[in-house]
């Protein structure tokens, strides 16, 4: 990047004309306040503004300040992110609150190191929290913003191939205001999201058009290079909604992310009915697998896993990641739930009150609609 001085402080007083003009109105943008920013921030990982806007106004009416979401039970924060997804964001958000209030008197805090050190804090979150929440100027990367950068100034290749990046984030260093930092990270963003979009970015409604190397090149179309996509995963997870006769049903929730033959992964730790990944018998297989991680012996005659007593409810799809899951879910009646350590025996009507994925949700309402009278 070679602007002049002059040449630079058009470009900013450029975007940032065009954002205090043209910016949506969003709820975190009327506040200063970095705890209220940067759980923003976090919502809005891999998630789309609509999706982020009801769950961040319930949690903020539930935890409205660090301390009362360090003081709450991590169930509680559990069940308020339930159907956001990337469970590991609500975990990290609720152990850096209590590290917030223990080592920095509950006031997140205003230096690059020490955000950092905070879980699930990178780089672009800890920009975007400190230049708009302290004017820090710090410049906020993400893929969004990169992707500005890269038809700006027309650059080739993989953009995450780390010298390209460090490059990056040396130009969007450049680019900030020191006298409006978090403007200027918030406009880049916001011209990211609503003009240079992925496909077909609206060049003549773009406010620094006339700086854009790759729209005078005739290459806004070809920039950035494709990523190379991670090829796409399908599997099969059969699930047990074991019942009781008082409609009681068995949920676990297992301890390390890969256990229950992969299950933990794919629900990200949370409450889950017991689930297995299965091959070609889903029945069989996921009867094998009950007798093994809980001692269940439904399903086994003559010594032999047959599933039998396993009704089939209807299948669904659900995605995580580069996972393309068929999610196979079995009503399976029993006259006593299994004892199993550190499991939970809800009512099957009252799920909600407990944090599950969007996964378990759907097998929960296959399995209501399936009884009778419902
Ligand atoms: Fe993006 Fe087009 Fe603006 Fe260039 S001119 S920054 S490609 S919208």
Not at 42 to 49: A, D, K, S, W
Not at 279 to 295: V, W
């Amino acid at each position: 990047m070679n602007w002049s001085r002059t040449g630079l402080r058009r470009f900013q007083g450029q975007l940032l004309g065009w954002f205090r003009r043209c910016q949506r109105d969003l709820p975190w943008r009327h506040t200063r306040d970095p705890y209220r920013i940067w759980l923003s921030e976090i919502m809005l990982q891999q998630t789309r503004v609509t999706a982020v806007m009801p769950y961040y106004r319930r949690f903020l009416a539930r935890f409205p300040s660090v301390r009362a979401l360090a003081r709450a039970p991590t169930e509680e924060v559990l069940k308020l992110w339930a159907g956001l997804g990337y469970y590991s964001r609500a975990r990290n958000l609720h152990r850096a609150a209590k590290e917030i209030v223990a080592r920095h008197s509950g006031r997140f805090p205003r230096e690059l190191e020490a955000a950092l050190s905070l879980p699930g804090i990178g780089r672009y979150t800890a920009a975007a929290v400190l230049s708009i929440a302290y004017g820090e100027p710090h410049a906020a990367l993400d893929g969004n913003v990169a992707r500005v950068l890269a038809r700006l100034f027309a650059v080739r290749g993989d953009l995450r191939a780390p010298r390209r990046w460090a490059q990056l984030q040396s130009a969007a260093q450049k680019l900030v205001a020191p006298y409006a930092p978090g403007d200027c990270n918030q406009a880049m963003m916001e011209l990211g999201a609503s003009v240079c979009t992925p496909r077909s970015p609206r060049c003549v409604e773009c406010p620094v058009s006339r700086w854009c190397r790759a729209y005078q090149l005739g290459l806004v179309e070809a920039l950035p290079a494709a990523r190379r996509k991670r090829p796409k995963v399908k599997l099969t997870l059969a699930a047990a909604v074991l019942l009781d006769s008082r409609q009681r049903t068995l949920l676990i929730r297992p301890s390390k992310p890969d256990s229950d033959r992969g299950s933990g992964a794919l629900f990200s730790r949370m409450w889950q009915f017991p689930a297995a990944i299965v091959k070609r018998h889903a029945q069989k297989e996921l009867a094998r697998h009950l007798q093994a991680s809980l001692g269940f012996r439904g399903g086994f005659e003559g010594g032999e896993a047959d599933g039998k007593g396993f009704v089939s409810l209807p299948p669904a799809r659900h995605a995580v990641t580069f996972r393309e899951i068929s999610l196979a879910p079995f009503l399976v009646r029993v006259d006593r739930l299994p004892e199993v350590v550190g499991a939970k025996t809800p009512f099957l009507a009252e799920l909600d009150r407990v944090p599950i994925s969007s996964a378990t949700r759907k097998i929960a309402a296959a399995a209501l609609r399936s009884l009778p009278g419902s």
